[in-house]
């Protein structure tokens, strides 16, 4: 029973041209969704975040975007660099502070140059 | 400085034996965890301790006991290794016990022949 889910297990873009990378959940209870990258041998680390309050929190190249009504949000990455290239998480957590995240599969993204 | 280390990298051991994967972190947190990512990439939590006591327990086998001496330590300690027990085992820490982002360590990979 996979909560959340990467449909995509991976993703090409050239340099320079937008990334988009996109993530489902099932339980309607999740309240706080979370970005994390991760390159080879080296842990995840965290890129960005949104509160099911809001549909839309951005961080320079970075912007996720939730659509509540369609349990599904996505995270743009404009302009893509070879450096982004990694495998991407999105992860799930709720309802309230329970510390417990749900990851789905990842997306490895491939940026060309 | 490592803000979440673990100890060993790489471990490979024989079945039926025990061994222990040792986690510190230097971030102040009050929450630590542990995670399990398997041979499909699927990175899911296994225990979560506030302050040194318990708080997320998954259905892990009995066989994996986790130990916190301190808040700034989490150490797994795994009993009678299995074949299935091989997997890359991630430290994380966060300091808001729910809600905010979690930092890991660079994980451990664990390699039961």
């Known amino acids: 029973d996979q909560q959340v889910k990467q449909n995509s297990p991976s993703l090409s873009v050239q340099e320079g041209r937008i990334s988009i990378l996109n993530c489902d959940y099932t339980?309607?209870?999740?309240?706080?969704f979370l970005w994390y990258k991760k390159y080879p041998a080296e842990g995840p680390t965290f890129l960005i975040s949104i509160s099911s309050i809001k549909d839309k929190n951005e961080d320079g190249r970075f912007t996720v975007f939730l659509n509540k009504s369609a349990k599904h949000l996505s995270l743009h990455i404009v302009p893509s660099q070879p450096g982004d290239s990694a495998v991407y998480f999105c992860?799930?957590?709720?309802?309230?502070?329970?510390?417990?995240?749900?990851f789905g599969q990842g997306t490895t993204l491939q940026v060309k140059p | 400085d490592t803000a979440v280390s673990q100890t060993p990298k790489y471990l490979v051991t024989q079945m039926g034996n025990d061994k222990s994967i040792k986690c510190e972190q230097n971030l102040g947190h009050d929450t630590m965890y542990w995670y399990k990512q398997d041979s499909k990439k699927f990175l899911k939590i296994m225990f979560s301790?506030?302050?040194?006591?318990?708080?997320i327990n998954e259905t892990v086998p009995n066989r994996f006991s986790p130990k916190s001496p301190d808040k700034a330590h989490l150490n797994l300690h795994i009993n009678s290794l299995e074949l299935g027990d091989s997997a890359v085992y991630f430290c994380a820490s966060s300091g808001e016990g729910g809600a905010g982002e979690q930092f890991f360590g660079p994980g451990t990979r664990l390699t039961v022949l």
């Open positions: 339980n309607s209870m999740f309240d706080y």
């Open positions: 301790y506030n302050n040194k006591e318990l708080i």
């Open positions: 992860a799930a957590s709720g309802p309230g502070n329970t510390g417990k995240l749900i």
